[in-house]
């Protein structure tokens, strides 16, 4: 999902919360725990359209996201990198279910 982003990424970056500076990434970050536990239920059970109707949930917050922090700030690394781990747990939520580097827009 956001292969351009993070194919220069060569470490994986543990999520720290409490580093969340912008609502946008609180926003996000909860919209993505309330709903990942019943998406990898239902991918497990097959229900593939099902877990792709409630990960368009996401479509949103993610937009918000990107049109609210700058990913790679100077301002600390640390926010950087906290930044950074958001988008690379994203992008293995969203890998487990498809490819979306192979879509087409």
Do not use: H
Not at 1 to 29: G, H, N, Y
Not at 40 to 66: C, H, I, S, T, W
Request: with cysteine; proline share 4%; net charge negative.
């Amino acid at each position: 999902m956001f292969p351009t982003i993070l194919k220069k990424q060569d470490r994986a970056v543990a999520v720290e919360p409490a580093l969340f500076k912008e609502s946008c990434e609180s926003a996000l970050w909860d919209a993505y725990g309330a709903l990942k536990d019943d998406v990898q239920k239902m991918v497990g059970g097959g229900n593939y359209l099902d877990a792709l109707n409630l990960m368009a949930g996401l479509r949103k917050p993610v937009d918000e996201f990107f049109e609210g922090v700058e990913i790679f700030t100077k301002e600390d690394p640390r926010l950087k990198d906290n930044r950074v781990g958001l988008l690379q747990e994203l992008s293995r939520f969203f890998s487990n279910l498809a490819d979306f580097s192979k879509f087409s827009i």
